[in-house]
């Protein structure tokens, strides 16, 4: 086999002799993405992450090695991201990874490297959208277009377990085989089933989210009646374990709803490529058939990518050894010291855009404003959110589910553009009437099971809770504005729709009545922080404490 390497991006172009030994595969997978095209992120206390300094290791990792690449990305590419892509649309991060992706495109699918699969930031801004982003077209948009018109992702998207209701049939192709130097290798896609527990439900009415496991081993019989035994499965959904240096150790600590997923998948299933979690995740865990599946799973928002080589038999089709390393981008270390020019070009046009409004001055902070919580669960970011928008509804107390944050506030100047990454969903913001027992029962519902996948930030009211008391039973006292609540009187409660229509599994908020619309989350905040001193002092007394 003769591989010529592109002169740009990651894609190979082959020349495909009969194989004569062992064939090398080699997968990058960069789940959760988040649109993170500028830098601003830290792992392990360093700086690393952004669209040049990815693409600096990416490109570093497919020319080390003599083996056929595949990009994988596991969902969650876009969604949730910083305004350099959000406000964009994340049409400027579609770009970014189109820019890798040479030898990808319509009219040669078969051909394509780089694979993805959904998440459930994709469906953000509703199927239309999505399939706007992924198919191309401006739209009915009004936003500047980098590429005009929008010529769509050269990504090619599989999931085999998001269907449209209306005929069960998948949004996408379920799965992709792809040729890697004289052996087929087969990608199957799939995303978390619990999307509409997290999902604004106008967004995903027309689509159903089947069972991971099930809607995956049903394509693995058609696959296999095809030749095809080296089977990886792109997965928007994880776990988390102690993280390592180094290649996969036989043994981990892995918890979380990957381990079930795993557990019931088909004995010819060799990798699972999960997101979702945001977490580390290298390790071996046992499918139906008893057999090793190498997991792995590499943080979020572009600091790290998982290296996965793979070796496969040229006459059975089998993978014969599979390993991964979980790589950290780190910007101040090669190859990161040295940033992809093409990346970094599309960053400044992006920057050039956005800038007028995301440089616009709304405060300064006296300190650092961040997500870390307490011992009880609170932040004091949370908590300042939570007061905007209760500000912005007039209302007696506010919700805020603590995974809406999105980025700390750091000491100094706050701009717009720092704001907007804190919150860049787009949410409405609105009001409904609860009593004084609903109010109890949702925050009870912080400890129901299944367990949500975030806690609630307050405003207005302050509670006490014991952990050694059962689920249900755990608040031991409640004050409303310094007053303690009363479970037949009425109140007015802020939050953002995703939360309104029980997002994050707190239901008990579907009852509320007397909904009120108000403004987007993001200009709540900033209309808050502006009305607040210039050194804003975040110390606060504890809203939410263990009792003793």
Known sequence: ???????????????????????HVKI???????????????????????????????????????????????????????????????????LFWNSLADGCSRQSAPACTMIATFGNHEFD?????????????????????????YPGTEVEYISSNVVWKINETPIAAPYVIRDAGGVQVAFIGATTAEIPSIQKPANIEDLAFKDETESINRYVPEIQEKGVHAII???????????????????????????????????????????????????????????????????????????????????????????AEIVPAYAGRPPGTSPDPGAAALLEETREVVEPLTNRVVTSAS????????????????????????????ADVAFVTTGSLRADISQGNVTWGNLYSVQPF???????????????????????????????????????????????????GIRVNGTPLEPNANYTAAMVDFLAAGGDGYTVLTRGTDLVCGPLDIDALVTHMGSLPELVDVKEEARIAKAA
């Not at 010529?4 to 190979?12: E, H, K, N």
């Not at 830098?39 to 570093?60: F, H, I, M, R, T």
């Not at 150790?249 to 010819?268: H, K, M, S, W, Y």
């Not at 109890?440 to 400890?447: G, I, K």
Request: charged share 15%; proline share 7%.
């Open 125 to 149: 801004r509703g199927t239309g959208e999505l399939l706007r982003k992924i198919n191309g077209g401006n739209g009915a948009t009004t936003i500047t277009h980098l590429a005009d018109p």
């Open 426 to 476: 787009s949410s409405t913001v609105l009001s409904m009437t609860l009593t004084g027992e609903q109010i109890r029962d949702v925050l009870e519902q912080q400890w129901q099971t299944p367990l949500p996948p975030h806690n609630l930030a307050v405003s207005g009211l302050s509670y006490t809770f014991d952990d050694g008391r059962p689920a249900g039973r755990k608040i031991t």
């Open 233 to 323: 499965i792109i997965l928007h959904e994880g776990g988390s374990q102690d993280a390592y240096d180094g290649p996969t150790r036989g043994e981990g600590n892995v918890t979380g709803r990957v381990t079930g997923i795993i557990a019931g998948l088909d004995p010819d299933v060799d990798v699972v490529l999960s997101g979702h979690t945001h977490a580390f995740t290298n390790a071996y865990l046992k499918n139906a058939g008893g057999k090793p599946v190498l997991v792995a799973q590499a943080y979020s928002y572009s600091r790290a990518f998982a290296d996965i080589d793979l070796v496969i038999d040229p006459v059975t089709g089998e993978v014969t050894h599979k390993s």
């Open 28 to 94: 990058l997978a960069v789940n959760d993405f988040h649109g993170q095209l500028p830098d601003g992120q830290k792992l392990n206390k360093e700086p690393a992450g952004s669209a040049p300094v990815l693409a600096s290791y990416l490109k570093a990792a497919a020319d080390a090695g003599r083996a056929t690449t595949f990009i994988a990305l596991p969902g969650d590419v876009v969604g949730a991201s910083p305004p350099e892509s959000g406000l964009l649309l994340d049409e400027p991060t579609l």
């Open 367 to 394: 300190a650092d404003i961040t997500r870390q919580q307490t011992g009880a669960g609170e932040s004091l970011l949370g908590n300042l959110v939570a007061d905007g928008q209760r500000a912005a509804m007039q």
């Open 1 to 23: 086999m003769i591989i010529v390497l592109a002169p740009i991006g990651l894609s190979y172009y082959l020349h495909p002799a009969p194989a004569t030994g062992p064939v």
